[in-house]
């Protein structure tokens, strides 16, 4: 059984184990009250509902009184008092049950609670009975943190697997702690599943599970004790050995090669007894070096952890994947990160920046600050989304940075006039209170997509109203529609034929792409299904300047953009691919005049469930940060993008003898820069892959060259040198003999420096495409 499989199991089965039990457990009542001790914890339980615990001096850490169901006819139904009394349960563990009082609204609804305890740790657990019209996914405690000294912390518990199909290995998440700190001594709930959003300082939610005899089970384990949540969550369930990383660096980045790198390794072992404990770690650089080995063994106690820290000197510009494993016998556990190093860069196109971010910063680890400096670190500079009490930051941290930020908000379609009339004034008001330079009116609202039904109710409910408000009170903030989900032709057609192209200031759409390269221009009709052409890059553009050229122009905004990583899924992005992607997309809308790109998004993980594991939900994966804010790849891309294009000026496309050598030319302040690669291995992605709808693909190692075609290119050169950059940003000197090089081309996009390719190929002025070039860029 798998880890995760065990802990689920742990949970179902209504028990948790812990290494070492208490050997005695204490028991009293009094005046109505319930107690139960063991080492280093007591609980308490109360007429009314009340249900104390206590670390080993008395203190009570944590209390609360109440149990919320939620019901789809009743609606959200919370006990009003309850009655504790001691039992036995059927195994001779002595526990607390509390007999919940439910309003009269809640019907035939039923709640009843048990509790015991073990060595620093309570286990709770709630058996709710009612009608088939409950929710089980919207339970939730209550419980109050008393006197901690640092803020609760919401930790998934996660771990790595290896995939029984092959490919990459990934994470899972393995529980939910809600964690607390008091001094030197640590607190956490854990749940197998457990929401963020519905979390906050007074309610835990705590989904139930259907039990066999039609009741719901909702479970939690609180547990003391003196180290990190993941190392506590395995003692806690007895697993046999668990490992975290971290380093001393915010995201894992430094600035330059021969820094000290620092990985230090936390491994607990759950067991009960001590075992030796073999810890190895390997480091490979994005090119397939080995950088370092090393392993050290050490006994590690029962129910106790071991800290290790490896270092290693700083590479040159780039990024490396560690992996530590901690192996006892038969019993392993791994973990993996990214270690990157990106030196400080300067940016000068200000306001006029194509760089920005398709959200707001909801993950601040481990600080807005350190956030904000990385994004203007890789060259972000406008924001999507930021408004007073909006999410993420005001307005203000993003001027005092000299940061751009504009407002999308959704309205509904399916309201009267006088709503969407009222909902107008109050959304407009709300975006230039907060200074924003462009309002998007809505997101993704064309479904069904490509069948353009949508887009006389978007004008009629969402889109006029703010305009006409707009013109009523004068305001100059620059108005997008709603950003479209793919481009949508018909959409759009039935946009400009009901008026709506005169209404906008600029187009926004996101340009999703499945596994196709950015420069493939499928051919027509698209299919919008979820595996469709629909969903590509170059065709859509094209479909897009190609009305534009009868409409009139207008500015493109990129609301969002995507490079999906979603582990071992053929439709989605390998991290290699993911890279070349970026910046390969970045590289075209430069070329074709886009406003900006706003990136979608910049961390793994959703806002919900922040830092949660998931590797089949597709929206988990979207970031430019792995889950634990380490870089990816596409981080670095992203970065040389910014680096590269920040003041560039498009000089055209280039065409050589080879149809399949594909080029874009720049004027930099480095020189002419020359974005090459090959199309002779197609425009498809991920092809060996198993037959639909399976999404399953074993995607090679980020360090695996996935092109295997390599085709040869010799140019002359402007002078007696030349280089390379690739994706991620890793410079490489060229051999130049009589001003001519030999380039090495395949389908990943590569800036060469210091090429004389106006005189090699033919330069035209235009975008990255010719319009009757259905082959794209």
């Given at each position: 059984m798998s880890r995760r499989g065990f802990l689920g199991a742990t949970f179902a089965a209504g028990v948790l184990l812990v290494a070492e039990p208490s050997r005695v457990v204490a028991a009293t009542a009094a005046a109505g009250d319930v107690t139960l001790s063991a080492s280093g914890v007591s609980i308490l339980a109360s007429p009314g509902g009340r249900l104390?615990?206590?670390?080993?001096?008395?203190?009570?850490?944590?209390?609360?009184?109440?149990?919320?169901?939620?019901?789809?006819?009743?609606?959200?139904?919370?006990?009003?008092?309850?009655?504790?009394?001691?039992?036995?349960?059927?195994?001779?563990?002595?526990?607390?049950?509390?007999?919940?009082?439910?309003?009269a609204a809640a019907g035939a609804t039923t709640v009843y609670g048990l509790f015991w305890v073990s060595t620093n740790h309570v286990h709770l657990e709630w058996h709710t009975t009612g009608p088939s019209t409950l929710v089980p996914d919207g339970f939730l405690f209550s419980r109050a943190i008393v006197g901690s000294t640092e803020p609760d912390r919401f930790v998934p518990i996660t771990e790595w697997v290896r995939d029984a199909g092959g490919g990459i290995p990934y994470e899972e998440t393995a529980g939910i702690a809600h964690a607390s700190t008091w001094g030197a001594l640590h607190g956490m709930f854990l749940l197998e599943r457990s929401k963020q959003d519905w979390t906050n300082t007074t309610w835990i939610h705590c989904s139930a599970t259907p039990q066999a005899d039609g009741s719901l089970l909702s479970q939690a384990?609180?547990?003391?004790?003196?180290?990190?949540?993941?190392?506590?969550?395995?003692?806690?369930?007895?697993?046999?050995?668990?490992?975290?990383?971290?380093?001393?660096?915010?995201?894992?980045?430094?600035?330059?090669?021969?820094?000290?790198?620092?990985?230090?390794?936390?491994?607990?072992?759950?067991?009960?007894?001590?075992?030796?404990?073999?810890?190895?770690?390997?480091?490979?650089?994005?090119?397939?070096?080995?950088?370092?080995?090393?392993?050290?063994?050490?006994?590690?106690?029962?129910?106790?952890?071991?800290?290790?820290?490896?270092?290693?000197?700083?590479?040159?510009?780039?990024?490396?994947?560690?992996?530590?494993?901690?192996?006892?016998?038969?019993?392993?556990?791994?973990?993996?990160?990214?270690?990157?190093?990106?030196?400080?860069?300067?940016?000068?196109?200000?306001?006029?920046?194509?760089?920005?971010?398709?959200?707001?910063?909801?993950?601040?680890?481990?600080?807005?600050?350190?956030?904000?400096?990385?994004?203007?670190?890789?060259?972000?500079?406008?924001?999507?989304?930021?408004?007073?009490?909006?999410?993420?930051?005001?307005?203000?941290?993003?001027?005092?940075?000299?940061?751009?930020?504009?407002?999308?908000?959704?309205?509904?379609?399916?309201?009267?006039?006088?709503?969407?009339?009222?909902?107008?004034?109050d959304k407009l008001a709300v975006a230039v209170a907060a200074g924003a330079t462009y309002f998007e009116v809505g997101n993704e609202l064309n479904r069904p997509f490509n069948t353009g039904v949508a887009a006389q109710a978007y004008i009629d409910k969402a889109l006029r109203p703010v305009v006409d408000r707009r013109a009523a009170i004068g305001a100059d903030?620059?108005?997008?529609?709603?950003?479209?989900?793919?481009?949508?032709?018909?959409?759009?057609?039935?946009?400009?034929?009901?008026?709506?192209?005169?209404?906008?200031?600029?187009?926004?759409?996101?340009?999703?792409?499945?596994?196709?390269?950015?420069?493939?221009?499928?051919?027509?009709?698209?299919?919008?299904?979820?595996?469709?052409?629909?969903?590509?890059?170059?065709?859509?553009?094209?479909?897009?300047?190609?009305?534009?050229?009868?409409?009139?122009?207008?500015?493109?905004?990129?609301?969002?953009?995507?490079?999906?990583?979603?582990?071992?899924?053929?439709?989605?992005?390998?991290?290699?691919?993911?890279?070349?992607?970026?910046?390969?997309?970045?590289?075209?809308?430069?070329?074709?005049?886009?406003?900006?790109?706003?990136?979608?998004?910049?961390?793994?993980?959703?806002?919900?469930?922040?830092?949660?594991?998931?590797?089949?939900?597709?929206?988990?994966?979207?970031?430019?940060?792995?889950?634990?804010?380490?870089?990816?790849?596409?981080?670095?891309?992203?970065?040389?993008?910014?680096?590269?294009?920040?003041?560039?000026?498009?000089?055209?496309?280039?065409?050589?003898?080879?149809p399949k050598t594909k080029g874009l030319l720049f004027d930099t302040p480095d020189g002419h820069a020359a974005v090459l690669w090959n199309r002779a291995d197609g425009y498809i992605l991920n092809q060996d892959h198993a037959p639909s709808p399976e999404r399953n693909f074993p995607a090679p190692e980020v360090w695996v060259d996935p092109w295997p075609t390599k085709t040869s290119l010799t140019v002359a050169t402007s002078g007696t040198s030349a280089s390379q950059v690739d994706a991620i940003g890793q410079r490489t000197s060229l051999a130049v003999t009589n001003r001519r090089t030999t380039l090495t081309l395949d389908g990943a996009p590569r800036v060469f420096y210091g090429l004389a390719l106006a005189g090699n190929g033919a330069v035209t002025k235009g975008g990255a495409f010719r319009l009757k070039d259905r082959r794209g860029a």
């Open positions: 104390a615990i206590r670390d080993a001096a008395g203190v009570i850490r944590s209390q609360g009184s109440k149990f919320q169901v939620k019901d789809s006819v009743a609606g959200i139904q919370i006990s009003t008092g309850g009655t504790p009394s001691l039992v036995t349960l059927p195994d001779g563990t002595q526990a607390i049950r509390m007999d919940y009082v439910m309003p384990d609180f547990f003391f004790s003196e180290t990190r949540p993941s190392a506590t969550a395995v003692i806690g369930t007895s697993r046999e050995l668990g490992i975290e990383l971290w380093t001393d660096r915010d995201f894992n980045i430094w600035d330059a090669a021969g820094q000290t790198m620092s990985v230090t390794a936390l491994v607990a072992n759950g067991s009960s007894s001590a075992r030796n404990v073999e810890l190895s770690w390997w480091v490979k650089d994005f090119n397939g070096e080995t950088l370092t080995t090393e392993s050290v063994t050490a006994p590690v106690s029962a129910a106790s952890t071991w800290e290790h820290t490896f270092t290693l000197p700083a590479p040159a510009y780039g990024i490396s994947l560690a992996e530590v494993t901690a192996t006892s016998g038969d019993d392993e556990a791994f973990a993996r990160t990214t270690l990157t190093v990106l030196p400080p860069a300067d940016y000068a196109a200000g306001e006029q920046s194509m760089f920005g971010i398709a959200n707001y910063p909801w993950l601040q680890v481990p600080s807005a600050t350190a956030l904000l400096d990385l994004w203007q670190k890789v060259g972000i500079n406008w924001v999507r989304i930021s408004y007073a009490g909006g999410p993420g930051l005001p307005p203000s941290a993003f001027d005092q940075r000299g940061m751009f930020h504009n407002v999308e908000l959704q309205p509904s379609l399916d309201v009267t006039d006088t709503v969407a009339t009222q909902w107008a004034a903030i620059k108005i997008l529609n709603n950003g479209l989900a793919g481009m949508d032709k018909p959409w759009l057609e039935n946009f400009h034929a009901a008026g709506g192209w005169d209404l906008i200031d600029g187009f926004a759409y996101h340009p999703g792409r499945g596994n196709f390269t950015p420069d493939y221009d499928p051919p027509e009709p698209y299919e919008a299904t979820s595996e469709g052409r629909y969903w590509n890059f170059a065709g859509g553009l094209r479909q897009l300047k190609a009305l534009m050229a009868d409409y009139g122009d207008k500015e493109i905004w990129l609301t969002e953009a995507y490079a999906c990583t979603r582990p071992n899924g053929w439709w989605n992005d390998t991290y290699r691919h993911a890279a070349e992607n970026v910046f390969l997309t970045l590289a075209m809308a430069k070329a074709e005049g886009i406003r900006t790109v706003c990136w979608y998004q910049f961390h793994d993980s959703v806002l919900g469930n922040a830092q949660a594991a998931d590797p089949d939900n597709v929206e988990y994966h979207f970031g430019l940060m792995n889950r634990d804010v380490s870089a990816k790849p596409s981080l670095l891309a992203y970065a040389t993008a910014a680096r590269t294009f920040d003041q560039a000026t498009y000089l055209g496309p280039l065409a050589f003898d080879d």
